[in-house]
C-alpha cells in the first residue's frame, strides 16, 4: 500500500520517569508488531532529560537502553486545525510524508507520560490517541485518588492509609505508631505515582515499615500503606474497549520473590504466571465484573490491566490497583491475557488504534480502514 494510503502512526516512547527502559522494550514489541501494509511508523523517543527526538532509523534507537540525540533530530510539536500533529525539526530528516500523525501511541510509562500530561497535549491538539484521557489517566496513575474512586463505588479493597512525604520526615514515630494501630503486618508501602512496582516493599516488622517509608519518598510525595494477604491469589485480568469495554480472561501471577516486584517483572523473570487462574468460575466472573467496574469509574478508555488479590480460603476479591498503559513487553500480562482470550497481539493493536480513532470520532477521515 502507499505511504499516503496508510495509517501515520506516531510512536512515543521512552520518557522520563524511571520507567524509561520499559518503555522501550514495549516500543520494540509494539513497532516490530504493527502491519507494515496498514501503518506507517514515527518513532518518537523522549530523553530522561525531557527532550523530544525524531529517530531517522527505528532499529538501532530501540535496541538501546534509553533514548539520546545520537542519530536523532530535535522535534516540537505544532498543532494544526486538522486535527493533526505537525512534527518540526530539519526538512531533511523529517519528509512530508511522515510529517503529519494520526494517531499517537504513547507507550509512555509512569509520570510524565501515563498520569494525564501527554494526553493534555493530544487534547489540545486535537489528535487522536491510544488509551485513556486525561482523567482517567491521571486518576489510574495516583493509587490514592483510585483507590478513594473504588471506595465510592464499593469495589473491595484492603485497608489502607495515604501519607504525604512532608509529615512523613517530620512525624516519623508517630506516623508508624498510627500505622501499627490500624494495620497489621504484613503490609505493602509504595508511592502513590508510579508503576512497574517501582518503589514498592513488602514489610513485617516496624524497622522494616520505617526503611520502606524512606524508599517509597524517594520515588513521590504521597506515600501509600496497604494491608497485606499472606494466603492470596495474585490476578490480573486485561480490558480492552471504550463505552463498552470487554474484559480478558483471568491469570495468575506466582512471584518468584516475596511479591511480584520491578525485578521479578522485567529482571530475573523467575515468576510464572497461570492463564486462565485456577479460579471457581463464579469468582473469574466476578474479578471480571470488578475491573469493569472499576475501568468505568476512573473513566479509562482503550485499555488497561487491573489487579486482584483473591483470598485462597474465602475467595473474597480485593482490588490493588488500576494500570492504564500496561507493558507490551513479551512477558507482559496485558497481551498475553487477549492472546489466551483470542486477541492475538497484531490483532489487539489494530483493536486499540481503531478505539483511539473512534474515540475521536475520526474513523471516516483516515484512508484506511482496519
Known amino acids: 500500500m502507499d505511504i499516503e494510503n496508510k495509517i501515520q502512526i506516531g510512536l512515543l516512547y521512552g520518557g522520563k520517569s524511571c520507567e524509561h527502559e520499559v518503555s522501550i522494550t514495549s516500543a520494540r514489541c509494539i513497532c516490530e508488531a504493527l502491519d507494515s501494509e ?94 485513556s484521557g486525561v482523567t482517567g489517566s491521571a486518576v489510574g496513575m495516583d493509587k490514592a485518588v483510585a483507590k478513594a474512586v473504588f471506595a465510592s463505588t464499593n469495589i473491595p479493597q484492603t485497608d489502607y492509609r495515604v501519607y504525604r512525604k512532608s509529615r512523613w520526615e517530620s512525624s516519623r514515630t508517630v506516623v508508624v505508631d498510627e500505622i501499627e494501630a490500624n494495620l497489621n503486618y504484613p503490609m505493602f508501602v509504595k508511592p502513590a505515582n508510579l508503576g512497574s512496582s517501582v518503589g514498592i516493599s513488602k514489610v513485617k516488622t516496624r524497622d522494616e515499615l520505617k526503611w520502606a517509608m524512606d524508599h517509597a519518598a524517594e520515588f513521590d510525595v504521597k506515600l501509600i500503606v496497604e494491608q497485606g494477604l499472606e494466603n492470596c491469589h495474585e490476578v490480573e485480568v486485561s480490558i480492552l474497549g471504550n463505552d463498552d469495554p470487554q474484559a480478558s480472561v483471568v491469570g495468575e501471577i506466582v512471584p518468584g520473590g516475596e511479591f511480584y516486584d520491578y525485578e521479578d517483572k522485567y529482571i530475573n523473570g523467575v515468576s510464572t504466571s497461570i492463564i486462565p487462574a485456577e479460579l471457581p468460575e463464579e469468582v473469574t466472573r466476578k474479578v471480571q465484573d470488578y475491573a469493569i467496574e472499576a475501568f468505568l469509574a476512573i473513566d479509562a478508555a482503550g485499555l488497561a490491566r487491573v489487579d486482584f488479590f483473591v483470598d485462597r480460603d474465602s475467595f473474597d476479591v480485593y482490588i490493588s490497583e488500576i494500570n492504564t498503559m500496561p507493558g507490551f513487553t513479551p512477558i507482559s500480562m496485558y497481551p498475553k491475557l487477549w492472546e489466551a482470550s483470542g486477541i492475538g497481539y497484531a490483532e489487539l493493536l489494530d483493536r486499540l488504534i481503531e478505539l483511539a480513532l473512534e474515540r475521536r470520532g475520526k474513523l471516516d477521515q483516515v484512508k484506511f480502514v482496519l
Not at 493533526?84 to 525539526?89: F, K, P, Y
Not at 530539519?90 to 509512569?110: C, Q, R, T, Y
Open 38 to 131: 496498514k501503518y506507517e511508523i514515527t518513532m518518537i523517543g523522549i530523553a530522561k532529560t525531557g527532550e523530544w527526538l525524531l529517530a531517522n532509523e527505528s532499529s538501532p534507537a530501540l535496541k538501546a537502553k534509553e533514548v539520546n540525540p545520537v542519530g536523532k533530530t530535535g522535534v516540537s510539536l505544532d498543532y494544526t486545525t486538522t486535527g493533526q500533529i505537525e512534527l518540526r525539526g530539519s526538512p531533511e530528516n523529517v519528509p512530508p510524508s511522515l510529517s503529519k500523525i494520526d494517531v499517537i501511541f504513547p507507550v509512555l510509562h509512569g509520570p510524565f507520560g501515563e498520569d494525564g500530561t501527554v494526553q493534555g497535549l493530544m487534547e489540545i491538539a486535537g489528535i487522536a490517541y491510544v488509551g
